[in-house]
Protein backbone atom coordinates (compact mmCIF):
# COMPACT_ATOMS: atom_id res chain seq x y z
CA UNK A 1 0.00 0.00 0.00
CA UNK A 2 1.81 3.34 -0.95
CA UNK A 3 2.06 5.79 1.76
CA UNK A 4 3.36 8.92 -0.08
CA UNK A 5 1.54 11.89 -1.18
CA UNK A 6 2.13 15.24 -2.26
CA UNK A 7 1.59 17.56 1.39
CA UNK A 8 -0.28 21.22 1.36
CA UNK A 9 0.64 23.17 3.99
CA UNK A 10 -2.08 24.03 6.56
CA UNK A 11 -3.04 26.75 7.91
CA UNK A 12 -6.09 28.79 9.39
CA UNK A 13 -7.87 30.13 6.69
CA UNK A 14 -10.09 32.84 8.91
CA UNK A 15 -13.36 30.28 9.56
CA UNK A 16 -13.61 31.52 12.97
CA UNK A 17 -13.66 29.59 15.85
CA UNK A 18 -13.41 25.38 15.27
CA UNK A 19 -16.13 23.07 16.71
CA UNK A 20 -14.50 19.95 18.00
CA UNK A 21 -17.89 17.54 19.82
CA UNK A 22 -16.60 14.93 22.32
CA UNK A 23 -13.55 16.81 22.56
CA UNK A 24 -11.63 14.66 25.04
CA UNK A 25 -11.71 11.35 23.06
CA UNK A 26 -9.02 9.31 22.30
CA UNK A 27 -8.98 10.96 18.55
CA UNK A 28 -10.95 14.09 19.21
CA UNK A 29 -7.71 14.89 21.57
CA UNK A 30 -5.01 15.07 19.41
CA UNK A 31 -7.27 17.56 16.69
CA UNK A 32 -7.77 19.88 19.70
CA UNK A 33 -4.16 19.64 20.00
CA UNK A 34 -3.24 19.85 16.29
CA UNK A 35 -5.97 23.04 16.08
CA UNK A 36 -4.17 24.71 19.41
CA UNK A 37 -1.17 24.71 17.99
CA UNK A 38 -2.06 26.28 15.34
CA UNK A 39 -3.63 29.14 16.77
CA UNK A 40 -7.16 28.01 16.12
CA UNK A 41 -10.24 29.18 18.67
CA UNK A 42 -11.46 25.82 19.69
CA UNK A 43 -14.94 25.14 21.09
CA UNK A 44 -15.19 21.83 22.47
CA UNK A 45 -18.23 19.80 23.74
CA UNK A 46 -17.75 17.68 26.00
CA UNK A 47 -21.00 16.03 28.81
CA UNK A 48 -19.51 17.44 31.79
CA UNK A 49 -16.75 20.50 31.83
CA UNK A 50 -16.75 20.11 35.32
CA UNK A 51 -15.24 16.67 35.05
CA UNK A 52 -11.31 17.38 35.16
CA UNK A 53 -10.21 13.85 35.29
CA UNK A 54 -11.72 14.11 31.54
CA UNK A 55 -10.88 17.70 30.28
CA UNK A 56 -7.59 18.31 32.56
CA UNK A 57 -5.52 17.23 29.50
CA UNK A 58 -7.29 19.44 27.15
CA UNK A 59 -6.61 22.75 29.34
CA UNK A 60 -2.96 21.98 29.88
CA UNK A 61 -2.81 21.53 26.52
CA UNK A 62 -4.59 24.67 25.80
CA UNK A 63 -2.13 26.53 28.54
CA UNK A 64 0.84 25.60 26.34
CA UNK A 65 -0.49 26.36 22.76
CA UNK A 66 -1.04 30.04 20.74
CA UNK A 67 -4.38 28.70 20.44
CA UNK A 68 -7.79 29.14 22.84
CA UNK A 69 -10.09 26.61 24.09
CA UNK A 70 -13.47 26.59 25.34
CA UNK A 71 -15.43 24.23 26.67
CA UNK A 72 -19.06 23.55 26.21
CA UNK A 73 -21.69 20.80 27.50
CA UNK A 74 -23.47 18.90 24.93
CA UNK A 75 -24.76 15.11 25.28
CA UNK A 76 -25.03 13.29 21.28
CA UNK A 77 -29.29 12.71 22.46
CA UNK A 78 -29.61 16.22 23.63
CA UNK A 79 -31.57 18.48 20.22
CA UNK A 80 -30.72 21.96 20.82
CA UNK A 81 -27.76 21.08 22.85
CA UNK A 82 -25.10 21.82 20.08
CA UNK A 83 -26.52 25.62 19.16
CA UNK A 84 -23.97 27.35 21.89
CA UNK A 85 -20.92 25.74 21.12
CA UNK A 86 -21.48 25.92 17.70
CA UNK A 87 -22.23 29.37 17.14
CA UNK A 88 -19.89 31.47 15.25
CA UNK A 89 -18.02 28.48 14.04
CA UNK A 90 -17.12 28.29 10.27
CA UNK A 91 -15.81 24.39 10.53
CA UNK A 92 -17.30 21.69 12.84
CA UNK A 93 -15.57 18.09 13.39
CA UNK A 94 -17.97 15.99 14.48
CA UNK A 95 -16.44 13.01 16.21
CA UNK A 96 -18.35 12.21 19.21
CA UNK A 97 -19.81 8.99 19.04
CA UNK A 98 -20.04 5.65 21.23
CA UNK A 99 -17.11 3.31 20.89
CA UNK A 100 -17.50 -0.16 21.78
CA UNK A 101 -17.28 -3.81 19.82
CA UNK A 102 -17.84 -6.45 23.31
CA UNK A 103 -19.85 -6.23 26.23
CA UNK A 104 -22.73 -4.32 25.25
CA UNK A 105 -25.61 -4.97 26.88
CA UNK A 106 -28.34 -2.86 24.65
CA UNK A 107 -26.44 -2.27 21.54
CA UNK A 108 -29.22 -0.01 20.03
CA UNK A 109 -29.30 2.11 22.55
CA UNK A 110 -26.15 2.47 23.86
CA UNK A 111 -24.27 2.48 19.89
CA UNK A 112 -26.62 2.88 17.51
CA UNK A 113 -29.25 5.49 19.11
CA UNK A 114 -26.37 8.06 20.14
CA UNK A 115 -24.52 7.21 16.28
CA UNK A 116 -27.63 8.47 14.52
CA UNK A 117 -29.22 10.73 16.36
CA UNK A 118 -26.01 12.53 17.79
CA UNK A 119 -25.17 12.57 13.67
CA UNK A 120 -28.50 14.09 13.16
CA UNK A 121 -28.37 16.68 16.10
CA UNK A 122 -24.93 17.91 15.29
CA UNK A 123 -25.91 18.59 11.65
CA UNK A 124 -29.19 20.04 11.76
CA UNK A 125 -27.18 22.35 14.09
CA UNK A 126 -24.69 22.90 11.04
CA UNK A 127 -27.80 23.58 9.37
CA UNK A 128 -29.15 26.57 11.41
CA UNK A 129 -25.26 28.20 12.45
CA UNK A 130 -25.26 30.65 9.87
CA UNK A 131 -21.15 30.66 10.20
CA UNK A 132 -20.38 26.85 9.48
CA UNK A 133 -19.52 26.32 5.60
CA UNK A 134 -17.84 22.46 6.20
CA UNK A 135 -18.60 19.80 8.53
CA UNK A 136 -15.89 16.61 8.83
CA UNK A 137 -17.62 13.20 10.13
CA UNK A 138 -15.40 11.09 11.51
CA UNK A 139 -17.02 8.10 10.60
CA UNK A 140 -15.06 4.83 10.05
CA UNK A 141 -14.35 1.97 7.96
CA UNK A 142 -17.29 0.29 9.30
CA UNK A 143 -19.41 2.21 7.20
CA UNK A 144 -17.30 0.83 4.18
CA UNK A 145 -17.65 -2.90 4.72
CA UNK A 146 -19.11 -4.81 7.52
CA UNK A 147 -17.36 -8.59 7.53
CA UNK A 148 -13.72 -9.84 6.11
CA UNK A 149 -16.13 -11.76 3.54
CA UNK A 150 -17.63 -9.02 1.80
CA UNK A 151 -14.25 -8.31 0.12
CA UNK A 152 -14.91 -11.06 -2.21
CA UNK A 153 -17.45 -8.88 -3.82
CA UNK A 154 -15.49 -6.11 -4.68
CA UNK A 155 -14.05 -5.93 -7.88
CA UNK A 156 -10.76 -5.04 -7.23
CA UNK A 157 -10.45 -7.00 -4.11
CA UNK A 158 -10.10 -4.39 -1.46
CA UNK A 159 -12.24 -2.02 -0.11
CA UNK A 160 -12.17 1.67 -1.13
CA UNK A 161 -14.40 4.94 -0.58
CA UNK A 162 -17.26 3.71 -2.94
CA UNK A 163 -18.14 0.28 -1.01
CA UNK A 164 -20.66 0.78 1.78
CA UNK A 165 -20.92 -1.55 4.77
CA UNK A 166 -24.41 -3.63 3.71
CA UNK A 167 -24.09 -6.44 5.89
CA UNK A 168 -24.06 -5.00 9.53
CA UNK A 169 -27.33 -4.63 10.98
CA UNK A 170 -28.61 -3.85 14.68
CA UNK A 171 -27.78 -7.80 15.62
CA UNK A 172 -25.05 -8.60 13.73
CA UNK A 173 -21.94 -5.78 14.35
CA UNK A 174 -24.51 -3.42 15.68
CA UNK A 175 -21.16 -0.63 16.37
CA UNK A 176 -20.75 -1.34 12.17
CA UNK A 177 -24.56 -0.63 11.59
CA UNK A 178 -24.63 2.63 13.94
CA UNK A 179 -21.75 4.09 12.17
CA UNK A 180 -23.18 3.01 8.72
CA UNK A 181 -26.46 4.83 9.19
CA UNK A 182 -24.79 7.66 11.01
CA UNK A 183 -22.60 8.28 7.57
CA UNK A 184 -25.52 7.70 5.02
CA UNK A 185 -27.88 10.42 6.97
CA UNK A 186 -25.26 12.67 7.28
CA UNK A 187 -25.30 12.48 3.30
CA UNK A 188 -28.19 13.23 3.29
CA UNK A 189 -28.71 16.09 4.94
CA UNK A 190 -25.75 17.47 3.44
CA UNK A 191 -27.27 16.76 0.33
CA UNK A 192 -30.75 19.14 1.23
CA UNK A 193 -28.64 22.49 1.35
CA UNK A 194 -25.50 23.95 -0.58
CA UNK A 195 -24.21 26.41 2.22
CA UNK A 196 -21.58 24.05 4.14
CA UNK A 197 -20.04 21.02 2.60
CA UNK A 198 -19.37 17.67 4.13
CA UNK A 199 -15.84 15.53 4.19
CA UNK A 200 -15.53 12.28 5.66
CA UNK A 201 -12.90 10.23 6.83
CA UNK A 202 -13.58 6.70 7.55
CA UNK A 203 -10.18 5.24 9.63
CA UNK A 204 -9.51 1.88 10.40
CA UNK A 205 -8.26 0.08 13.83
CA UNK A 206 -7.19 3.52 15.21
CA UNK A 207 -3.73 2.65 17.74
CA UNK A 208 -0.87 5.11 18.98
CA UNK A 209 -0.59 6.77 21.85
CA UNK A 210 -3.65 8.63 23.84
CA UNK A 211 -3.04 12.13 25.13
CA UNK A 212 -6.23 11.42 27.52
CA UNK A 213 -6.16 8.75 30.28
CA UNK A 214 -9.74 7.91 29.43
CA UNK A 215 -8.65 6.93 25.44
CA UNK A 216 -10.68 4.57 23.47
CA UNK A 217 -11.29 1.38 25.68
CA UNK A 218 -11.24 -1.12 22.52
CA UNK A 219 -7.62 -0.16 21.17
CA UNK A 220 -6.03 -0.14 25.32
CA UNK A 221 -8.05 -3.21 25.20
CA UNK A 222 -6.65 -5.34 22.12
CA UNK A 223 -2.98 -4.13 23.26
CA UNK A 224 -3.42 -5.00 26.89
CA UNK A 225 -4.81 -9.05 26.20
CA UNK A 226 -1.97 -9.00 23.48
CA UNK A 227 0.68 -8.13 26.31
CA UNK A 228 -0.91 -9.82 29.27
CA UNK A 229 -1.29 -13.07 27.85
CA UNK A 230 -4.88 -13.47 27.53
CA UNK A 231 -4.22 -14.81 23.71
CA UNK A 232 -1.10 -16.90 24.87
CA UNK A 233 -1.65 -19.93 23.02
CA UNK A 234 -2.54 -18.29 20.05
CA UNK A 235 -5.39 -16.11 18.01
CA UNK A 236 -7.62 -16.31 15.64
CA UNK A 237 -6.72 -15.06 11.85
CA UNK A 238 -8.17 -12.36 12.01
CA UNK A 239 -7.02 -9.00 9.97
CA UNK A 240 -7.11 -5.16 10.99
CA UNK A 241 -6.29 -2.60 8.97
CA UNK A 242 -4.41 0.07 10.78
CA UNK A 243 -3.53 3.17 11.03
CA UNK A 244 -2.12 5.63 13.59
CA UNK A 245 -4.09 7.95 15.74
CA UNK A 246 -1.67 11.11 14.35
CA UNK A 247 -1.78 10.44 10.97
CA UNK A 248 -5.97 10.21 12.06
CA UNK A 249 -5.63 13.59 13.57
CA UNK A 250 -4.45 15.19 10.93
CA UNK A 251 -6.38 13.43 8.40
CA UNK A 252 -9.28 15.84 9.90
CA UNK A 253 -7.51 18.71 9.83
CA UNK A 254 -6.85 18.14 5.87
CA UNK A 255 -10.66 17.30 5.88
CA UNK A 256 -11.34 20.10 6.91
CA UNK A 257 -8.79 22.96 5.70
CA UNK A 258 -7.89 22.02 2.46
CA UNK A 259 -10.58 23.83 0.60
CA UNK A 260 -11.00 21.42 -2.24
CA UNK A 261 -11.22 18.37 -0.07
CA UNK A 262 -14.13 16.08 -0.73
CA UNK A 263 -16.06 12.89 -0.42
CA UNK A 264 -14.80 10.01 2.13
CA UNK A 265 -11.43 8.96 2.64
CA UNK A 266 -9.69 5.48 3.81
CA UNK A 267 -7.49 6.06 6.69
CA UNK A 268 -5.66 2.90 6.76
CA UNK A 269 -1.99 2.77 6.90
CA UNK A 270 -1.54 -1.28 6.32
CA UNK A 271 -3.50 -4.27 7.23
CA UNK A 272 -1.83 -6.57 9.72
CA UNK A 273 -2.97 -9.69 11.05
CA UNK A 274 -3.86 -10.22 15.13
CA UNK A 275 -0.58 -12.46 14.85
CA UNK A 276 1.16 -9.73 12.76
CA UNK A 277 0.53 -7.12 15.16
CA UNK A 278 2.07 -9.58 18.03
CA UNK A 279 4.98 -10.13 16.08
CA UNK A 280 5.52 -6.08 16.05
CA UNK A 281 5.57 -6.39 19.71
CA UNK A 282 7.57 -9.46 20.23
CA UNK A 283 10.04 -7.91 17.85
CA UNK A 284 10.06 -4.41 20.02
CA UNK A 285 9.72 -5.65 23.37
CA UNK A 286 11.31 -9.09 23.52
CA UNK A 287 10.40 -11.95 25.61
CA UNK A 288 9.19 -10.34 28.55
CA UNK A 289 5.93 -10.57 27.19
CA UNK A 290 3.67 -14.06 26.73
CA UNK A 291 2.77 -12.68 23.01
CA UNK A 292 0.55 -14.99 21.07
CA UNK A 293 2.79 -16.64 18.73
CA UNK A 294 0.32 -19.32 16.99
CA UNK A 295 -3.02 -18.98 14.72
CA UNK A 296 -5.34 -21.38 15.80
CA UNK A 297 -7.68 -23.52 13.44
CA UNK A 298 -10.95 -21.51 12.49
CA UNK A 299 -13.53 -23.91 14.07
CA UNK A 300 -11.32 -23.41 17.63
CA UNK A 301 -11.95 -20.18 17.00
CA UNK A 302 -15.64 -20.57 16.31
CA UNK A 303 -16.23 -23.00 19.14
CA UNK A 304 -14.55 -20.45 22.35
CA UNK A 305 -15.59 -17.12 20.48
CA UNK A 306 -18.36 -16.45 23.13
CA UNK A 307 -16.08 -17.22 25.52
CA UNK A 308 -14.57 -14.10 24.93
CA UNK A 309 -17.20 -12.31 24.30
CA UNK A 310 -17.19 -12.83 20.65
CA UNK A 311 -20.30 -13.79 18.02
CA UNK A 312 -20.02 -16.68 16.46
CA UNK A 313 -20.97 -15.02 13.40
CA UNK A 314 -18.55 -12.41 13.50
CA UNK A 315 -15.75 -15.47 13.40
CA UNK A 316 -17.52 -17.35 10.66
CA UNK A 317 -17.93 -13.99 8.46
CA UNK A 318 -14.08 -12.61 9.10
CA UNK A 319 -11.46 -15.12 10.29
CA UNK A 320 -9.32 -16.72 7.56
CA UNK A 321 -10.40 -14.04 5.02
CA UNK A 322 -7.91 -11.82 4.18
CA UNK A 323 -8.73 -7.80 4.48
CA UNK A 324 -7.48 -4.71 1.84
CA UNK A 325 -7.63 -1.36 1.65
CA UNK A 326 -6.90 0.98 -1.19
CA UNK A 327 -5.87 4.68 0.71
CA UNK A 328 -4.69 6.38 -2.33
CA UNK A 329 -7.53 8.85 -2.33
CA UNK A 330 -6.61 10.26 1.26
CA UNK A 331 -3.29 10.88 -0.46
CA UNK A 332 -3.83 12.54 -3.66
CA UNK A 333 -7.28 14.38 -2.13
CA UNK A 334 -5.73 15.31 1.50
CA UNK A 335 -2.21 15.11 0.85
CA UNK A 336 -1.85 12.44 3.49
CA UNK A 337 1.13 10.04 4.31
CA UNK A 338 0.74 7.52 6.41
CA UNK A 339 3.20 6.15 9.69
CA UNK A 340 3.75 2.34 9.47
CA UNK A 341 1.38 0.10 11.42
CA UNK A 342 4.91 -1.02 13.56
CA UNK A 343 5.10 2.94 14.84
CA UNK A 344 1.13 3.09 16.16
CA UNK A 345 1.40 -0.45 17.46
CA UNK A 346 5.09 0.08 19.29
CA UNK A 347 3.82 3.46 20.36
CA UNK A 348 0.55 2.72 21.77
CA UNK A 349 2.23 -0.21 23.60
CA UNK A 350 5.19 1.61 25.47
CA UNK A 351 2.75 3.93 26.86
CA UNK A 352 0.48 1.24 28.29
CA UNK A 353 3.77 0.05 29.54
CA UNK A 354 5.21 3.18 30.88
CA UNK A 355 1.68 4.11 32.42
CA UNK A 356 1.76 0.68 34.27
CA UNK A 357 -0.93 -1.03 32.24
CA UNK A 358 0.84 -3.66 31.40
CA UNK A 359 3.51 -5.23 33.58
CA UNK A 360 7.03 -7.25 31.85
CA UNK A 361 7.85 -8.99 35.12
CA UNK A 362 4.37 -10.56 35.28
CA UNK A 363 3.38 -9.85 31.77
CA UNK A 364 -0.24 -9.33 33.14
CA UNK A 365 -2.04 -5.92 34.29
CA UNK A 366 -1.82 -3.82 36.96
CA UNK A 367 -5.58 -3.07 36.95
CA UNK A 368 -8.42 -5.43 35.57
P1 LIG B 1 -13.43 7.61 22.47
O1 LIG B 1 -12.11 7.98 23.04
O2 LIG B 1 -14.26 6.62 23.20
O3 LIG B 1 -14.23 8.94 22.20
C1 LIG B 1 -15.61 8.94 21.98
C2 LIG B 1 -16.14 10.31 22.31
O4 LIG B 1 -17.56 10.33 22.11
C3 LIG B 1 -15.91 10.69 23.80
O5 LIG B 1 -15.62 12.06 23.87
C4 LIG B 1 -17.29 10.39 24.41
O6 LIG B 1 -17.56 11.16 25.58
C5 LIG B 1 -18.17 10.84 23.27
N1 LIG B 1 -19.54 10.34 23.46
C6 LIG B 1 -19.96 9.05 23.49
N2 LIG B 1 -21.29 9.01 23.72
C7 LIG B 1 -21.69 10.31 23.84
C8 LIG B 1 -22.94 10.94 24.10
N3 LIG B 1 -24.07 10.24 24.26
N4 LIG B 1 -22.98 12.30 24.13
C9 LIG B 1 -21.87 13.03 23.97
N5 LIG B 1 -20.65 12.50 23.73
C10 LIG B 1 -20.58 11.15 23.67
O7 LIG B 1 -13.27 6.98 21.01
P2 LIG B 1 -12.45 7.44 19.72
O8 LIG B 1 -11.70 6.26 19.26
O9 LIG B 1 -11.73 8.71 19.92
O10 LIG B 1 -13.65 7.65 18.69
C11 LIG B 1 -13.95 8.91 18.13
C12 LIG B 1 -14.68 8.70 16.82
O11 LIG B 1 -13.85 7.96 15.93
C13 LIG B 1 -15.99 7.93 16.93
O12 LIG B 1 -16.92 8.53 16.05
C14 LIG B 1 -15.61 6.55 16.42
O13 LIG B 1 -16.71 5.87 15.88
C15 LIG B 1 -14.58 6.89 15.37
N6 LIG B 1 -13.65 5.80 15.04
C16 LIG B 1 -12.83 5.28 15.99
C17 LIG B 1 -11.95 4.25 15.63
C18 LIG B 1 -10.99 3.63 16.62
O14 LIG B 1 -10.36 2.61 16.30
N7 LIG B 1 -10.81 4.20 17.79
C19 LIG B 1 -11.93 3.77 14.31
C20 LIG B 1 -12.79 4.34 13.37
C21 LIG B 1 -13.64 5.36 13.75
P3 LIG B 1 -17.25 10.54 27.05
O15 LIG B 1 -15.77 10.63 27.24
O16 LIG B 1 -18.03 11.42 27.95
O17 LIG B 1 -17.74 9.12 27.02
Given amino acids: ME???????????GVGPVLVTGGNGYIASWVVKLLLDLGFSVHATVRDPADRAKTGHLLSMAAESPGNLTLFQ??????????????????????????????????????VEPAFRGTRNVLETADRTPSVRRVVLTSSVSAVYGDAVDMRRTAAGRF?????????????????????????????????????????????????????????????????????????????????GIVDV???????LRAGLVPEASGRHILVSET????????????????????PRFTFPKFVATLFAPLHGVPRGLVRRNVGYPLSFDNRYAQSDLGMTFRPAAEAIVD??????????????RGSSRRP
Fill in 246 to 252: RDVAEAH
Fill in 348 to 361: HFQQLLDDGLVNPA
Fill in 74 to 111: ADLLESGGFDRAMANCGLVFHTASPVAIRGVADPVREL
Fill in 3 to 13: TRGSRPELRDP
Fill in 160 to 240: DESHWNETSSERHLPYSHGKTAAERLAWEIAGTQDRWDLVVVNPGLVLGPALSPHANPESVRLMRELGNGHYRFGVAKFEF
Fill in 272 to 291: LSHLGIARVLRKRFGARFPF
